[in-house]
């Protein structure tokens, strides 16, 4: 639990504020912490399995929005290749 400090102004901003008061600047909002729907268990955003529970989790294609089987290296709908 750290206080942050404004990257513009080195003003310290508390961490539930939204940004700087003194020059405006907006944080930028982190992601929350990514879990398994099945087991709860953290998992990282690049993972295609979870290791705890072996369910694999569901891909969209970054372009047409597509459900992908995690074992697809492209998109069989607009071409895209996914990234792992
Ligand atoms: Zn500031
Ligand atoms: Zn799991
Ligand atoms: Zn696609």
Redesign the pocket.
């Known amino acids: 639990m750290s206080s942050s400090k404004?990257?513009?102004?080195?003003?310290k901003?508390k961490k539930d504020w939204k940004?700087?008061?003194?020059?405006?600047?907006i944080k930028e909002t982190k992601n929350e912490a990514l879990v398994c729907s099945n087991c709860k268990a953290e998992i990282e955003e690049d993972w295609i399995r979870c290791p705890m529970c072996t369910k694999f989790f569901e891909i969209k294609c970054p372009k047409c929005d597509y459900d992908l089987e995690s074992n697809w290296r492209a998109c069989p709908k607009c071409g895209e290749l996914i990234k792992k």
């Open positions: 404004c990257p513009k102004c080195g003003e901003i940004g700087c008061p003194n020059c405006g600047y």
